[in-house]
Nanobody
Framework: QVQLVESGGGLVQAGNSLRLSCAAS????????MGWFRQAPGKERDFVAA????????YYQDSVKGRFTISRDNAKNTVSLQMNSLKPEDTAVYYC?????????????WGQGTQVTVSS
């Protein structure tokens, strides 16, 4: 089993930046595709970004393209989400996810989530 622990959430003003991190344990990190989802109040969880096993490929939700960057460090078993030019609509609980497959319908492993609040 893979355990995922997110950190880095908080309150930030619109236009500013925030960096989320996720530490993974309990598995062979490089065997997993890593990603981020988010859930805004009253809404379903939405895909945000994913990164391939080696980190050479990425995929983003259209609304965050050009503003968010996902990266991973296979030596440190971590994945990060750099979020720039934040908007109030980015407010959500952000979840780190992992799966052995690329862009699966359902990710196998989920973190507990970290709150990101963007004020206008």
């Amino acid at each position: 089993q893979v355990q995922l622990v997110e950190s880095g959430g908080g309150l930030v003003q619109a236009g500013n930046s925030l960096r989320l991190s996720c530490a993974a344990s309990g598995g062979t990190f490089r065997s997993y595709v890593m990603g981020w989802f988010r859930q805004a109040p009253g809404k379903e969880r939405d895909f945000v970004a994913a990164i391939t096993w080696s980190g050479t490929g990425t995929y983003y939700q259209d609304s965050v393209k050009g503003r968010f960057t996902i990266s991973r460090d296979n030596a440190k078993n971590t994945v990060s989400l750099q979020m720039n030019s934040l908007k109030p609509e980015d407010t959500a609980v952000y979840y780190c996810v992992a799966d052995r497959d690329w862009l699966p319908k359902t990710y196998a492993f989920w973190g507990q989530g970290t709150q990101v609040t963007v004020s206008s």
